[in-house]
């Protein structure tokens, strides 16, 4: 069986992956790069990103803002080196992009255009109309077709990462067309696989945001650091969890409860300004607060049955019937079509109803400064990745600027290790080959599994991170998580399989990610749990409060025979100390 | 390929849909176009003999010979119809970011084609 | 959306799936499920329904379900529709058909084999190639909001491959580059930072390219992005050929 071999093969075709393919193919014509991914990368969850990707470029801006914005946003865990880098990098990249073609909103005068953002003093963030991620992924990905040097695996799932004599050596994948279980060589390996969205119940992400990467990477010995970090955006869709972008409360949409209340006043968000102010929506104030304070506040509602009761749980109205049918239009087409289709919602005419839905991951596999895990050779970029630049909490539009910022550095950390690195062990893939081949040859044969079945396991899963580690956990209520998680991986080893056959087995791709879902899954609920105190999107009723002595730093959570094993390391502090975090105030 | 399950579509596959046999009349009614555009020629050429021409005009002022032509003008104006209707997909004029109505385009080709047709009818009747 | 019928909500769902599968069957067959009925379902609900509470065995592809990914494109009463943007209850009570988008192979059930398509794109050369390049340190290429929004438009195609189902130019001749393709090339074409048009020329108008189209116009009806891929390839078969006799009428120029 032939073996292909790359220098660099990227796993995960989305924003991080193909920036990071696009860096080697331009500045390492000479090495040769892969990418392989579970799905055609037009599918990649980039694609769902709507509002705005944020760079420094008006007068009226500087990076230390930006810094500064994005560190108190995270609730000062935030490595401040790492976030030093993205705001003086992301320009560059911006304009980088908008070379590639990517069809930036504009100024009448032709300038890229940009628009206000929760958590941001100034309005930074770069947007074309509210498919912004859309935009970004297909001109990254028709980019990427210009260089023939990019060898794509598509719709080829990873199953293994094969390490030996402490360094990696590829891959092992399945072929999802014919089942085949082959193997990839690579000198480095850049895990660009997303985040995780999909083990809570409730989210906004796309069916394939199942942790795949991180799982990987954990089973490798790299820790996975600051799991218990999930972000809740303040505004889905109920029933379907669908996005409403915060573009929406960026063009001055507000939030109103059963009452017509901007009930954020009652939450040290600042004073609500009258709609038609030409200062509102004012920055870091009420509707453009940092999402883990709106998501708490929406929870505060529903407590003091302020919320409204709808068919899919309760929910508070996004009001943005004042910014009139043309800004709606031209600004934020893609929230009215989502609204009139899926809730029979016009939002130039109704308030749209929302919640608040699990939308991203702050955390991710332990990375530097410069993409590398403590595993050598192994890389990782993306949401999938923690450097950190987003703490606690991350702010929007920090993410799409992430991937280009760090899918870029990733590339060039794995191109120059690459470069030092010996061939890699033909004996070692095909050793890692053989033992995936018989595994999963054995979960297809008919007699195997016993009586779990995945669609129930991952169910399962979802309600016991649902209920233990939600916008609001406590030790108990994490205690049960974790046990109800440990539990559910001793079930898992009696999964049995329905479809048992080869080509395009999606009950076997979905057993496999149930499986990273655990691992996922075990971490954070371990995480939370090892934290006793309240931070950013981290909220303990029984710690309420930020303990900056005992936990300015990042939970390490390791992979063990048993439960995780969770270590810390420093937040690196340069130029901002940690203060308090305020929003409303000028 | 391999295993894979290929559907050809039929000989009659614009029978499937509303919009393919719509499309397969449009495309028929060229033939229309080209017929009448031929027999004129043959009208024109034949102009300074009246003797065939007579024979000609009696075999056409007839029923069989009247019906004849309103297939044709139907086909003609069918034909005509959608080519006019295609023209606003061709021309795509910008005031600003605003575009153009693609009902002004075909309404300007309209008119145009309104004023051609009045034209020659005169030069022909007089 | 249909309104609600409380007796409607009753009755199941009935839907009748394409089944093929290659490791077992040389021939497909179609499949009776019934399901219970949920007003705010669409199609893609109820497939899910199906492999997590009925047959895990059925295979199909999907993501974002919300329109944006392209994957879940599938022909539903004929016609090709994202599954994920289609809803029961249009529908409903009646039968729903579900079959794998037409005029692709099918590799299993309901998914399809596009490389064909994948191979084809960067034949177009779908990349911008500036008309007058910059560096990074100079800024943005500028372009104004009307600049933008004559190929706005195009660039809106999330390769969903409802418009090759639809184009029968396509289902009889596969090497034809098609709608979504021609329709990113005309993308670049229009956009005031490019200059690779004449780069492009060479595939766009050749046997293959955009004068194969013969103005169905269904991709246009079906594409769920309103991207009017008909449209891109009228206006592109315009531009060429005008630069084709401006070619001939002014040599060297």
Same mark, same amino acid.
């Given at each position: 069986m032939d073996v292909p071999v790359h220098d660099v093969l990227i796993v995960g075709g989305g924003g991080a992956g193909l920036r990071a393919a696009i860096a080697i193919a331009e500045d390492y014509p000479e090495i040769s790069v892969g990418v392989i991914s579970k799905v055609y990368p037009m599918r990649s969850h980039t694609v769902a990103a709507e509002g705005g990707a944020a760079a420094v470029i008006k007068d009226n801006d500087s990076l230390d803002d930006h810094a500064y914005d994005t560190i108190s946003g995270s609730d000062w865990l935030a490595d401040q080196d790492a976030v030093e880098v993205l705001v003086s990098e992301a320009p560059a990249e911006m304009i980088q992009l908008e070379h590639w073609g990517c069809p930036w909103s504009r100024e009448p005068d032709g300038e890229v255009a940009v628009r206000p953002f929760g958590g941001m003093q100034t309005e930074r963030t770069w947007y074309a109309a509210d498919k912004t991620g859309f935009h970004m992924l297909h001109s990254l990905f028709q980019t990427s077709l210009k260089f023939d040097s990019i060898v794509r695996y598509d719709e080829w799932f990873v199953t293994s990462l094969v390490l030996e004599d402490g360094r990696p050596h590829g891959v092992t994948a399945i072929e999802l067309k014919s089942g085949e279980v082959h193997a990839i060589g690579a000198r480095a390996v850049i895990l660009c696989t997303g985040g995780a969205g999909r083990v809570y119940p409730f989210t906004t992400n796309s069916n394939i945001k199942t942790g795949d990467g991180m799982a990987l990477a954990y089973r490798a010995g790299v820790p996975l650091k600051d799991m218990e970090f999930v972000q809740y955006h303040p505004t889905g869709l109920p029933g379907t969890g669908i996005l409403i972008t915060e573009a929406a409360r960026g063009e001055g949409g507000v939030l109103v409860n059963r009452d017509g209340y901007r009930y954020l006043q009652d939450y040290d968000l600042g004073e609500p300004l009258e709609l038609d102010d030409p200062n509102h929506p004012q920055k870091r104030t009420m509707e453009l607060g940092p999402r883990d304070r709106l998501s708490q506040a929406f929870i505060h509602e529903r407590e003091k049955e302020r919320t409204i009761e709808g068919p899919h749980g309760d929910y508070v109205n996004l009001d943005l019937t004042h910014l009139g049918e043309r800004t709606i239009t031209r600004k934020i087409p893609m929230v009215r079509e989502l609204a009139v289709r899926y809730v029979g919602i016009d939002p130039v005419t109704e308030p749209i109803p929302v919640r608040t839905v699990v939308h991203y991951m702050m955390g991710g596999i332990d990375t530097d400064v410069e993409a590398r895990?403590?595993?050598?050779?192994l890389f990782a970029a993306g949401e999938c990745a923690c450097v950190s630049v987003n703490g606690a909490n991350r702010l929007g539009s920090n993410s799409l600027t992430e991937l280009l910022v760090y899918g870029a550095r990733a590339a060039r950390s794995a191109a120059r290790f690459a470069g030092e690195t010996p061939d890699v062990s033909l004996a070692a893939l095909r050793t890692g080959q053989e033992a995936q081949r018989q595994r999963i040859t054995e979960w297809l044969s008919? @007699?195997? @599994? @016993? @009586?779990?079945t995945v669609a129930g396991l991952r169910s399962s899963l979802g309600d016991a991170l649902e209920e233990g580690a939600g916008i609001f956990r406590d030790e108990s209520s994490l205690q049960q998580a974790c046990d109800t998680i440990r539990n559910l991986k001793q079930r898992f080893e009696n999964v049995k399989l329905t479809d048992t056959s080869r080509t395009f087995n999606y009950e076997l791709t979905a057993a496999l990610e149930l499986e990273c879902m655990l691992d996922v899954g075990e971490a954070i609920a371990h995480s939370a749990l090892a934290r006793t105190e309240s931070r950013g999107s981290h909220q303990r009723t029984d710690h309420p409060e930020r303990d900056d002595e005992r936990f300015l730093n990042h939970s390490l959570a390791y992979q063990t025979d048993g439960d995780p094993r969770i270590d810390y390391r420093d937040v690196v502090i340069t130029r901002w100390p940690p203060g308090k975090r305020t929003y409303g105030t000028d | 390929m391999d295993r894979h399950y290929v559907r050809k579509l039929p000989a009659t596959w614009w029978l499937r849909k509303r919009t393919y046999l719509v499309f397969m009349l449009r495309e028929l009614t060229s033939v229309f176009v080209v017929a009448y555009a031929l027999f004129l020629m043959v009208v024109i050429w034949r102009a300074d003999d009246p003797g065939s021409f007579s024979g000609l005009f009696d075999a056409l002022d007839s029923p069989v010979g009247l019906v004849l032509h309103a297939i044709v003008l139907a086909a003609l104006l069918f034909h005509s119809i959608t080519w006019i209707n295609l023209t606003p997909k061709v021309l795509v004029l910008w005031r600003d970011d605003e575009q153009v109505d693609p009902r002004l385009i075909a309404g300007a080709n309209y008119l145009g084609w309104v004023v051609a047709s009045a034209v020659l009818a005169w030069l022909v009747l007089k | 959306m249909a309104p609600t019928d409380s007796d409607l909500s009753g009755r199941p769902v009935v839907m009748d799936v394409f089944r093929f599968l290659p490791d077992e069957e040389t021939e497909p067959r179609f499949q009776r499920y019934e399901i219970p009925y949920r007003d705010d379902d669409v199609v893609l609900d109820a497939l899910n329904h199906i492999k997590a509470e009925v047959d895990a065995t059925l295979s199909f592809r999907w993501a974002c379900r919300m329109g944006v990914c392209g994957s879940c494109g599938m022909m539903v009463n004929g016609e090709p529709r994202l599954t994920c943007e289609t809803f029961v209850n249009e529908f409903h009570p009646e039968p729903i058909r579900i079959e794998p988008l037409a005029h692709f192979p099918v590799a299993r059930d309901l998914v399809i084999n596009m490389e064909n398509f994948m191979d084809t794109l960067p034949t177009v050369k779908p990349w911008l190639m500036p008309a007058d390049p910059k560096p990074i340190e100079e800024g943005e290429f500028l372009q104004s909001p009307g600049e933008l929004a004559t190929y706005k438009r195009f660039s809106m195609c999330i390769n969903c491959m409802l418009c090759y189902s639809a184009c029968p130019v396509y289902g009889l001749d596969e090497t034809f580059i098609g709608p979504a393709a021609l329709a990113l090339a005309q993308r670049y074409n229009l956009d005031s930072r490019d200059g690779g048009k004449a780069e492009r020329a060479n595939v766009v108008t050749s046997h293959e390219g955009i004068w194969e189209c013969t103005y169905v116009g269904d991709c246009t009806r079906v594409c769920p992005k309103e991207v009017d891929p008909a449209g891109a390839i009228q206006m592109a078969k315009l531009s060429y050929a005008t630069d084709w006799v401006k070619s001939m009428l002014l040599p060297g120029g």
């Open positions: 895990t403590l595993q050598p050779g008919p @007699g195997a @599994g @016993g @009586g779990e | - | -």
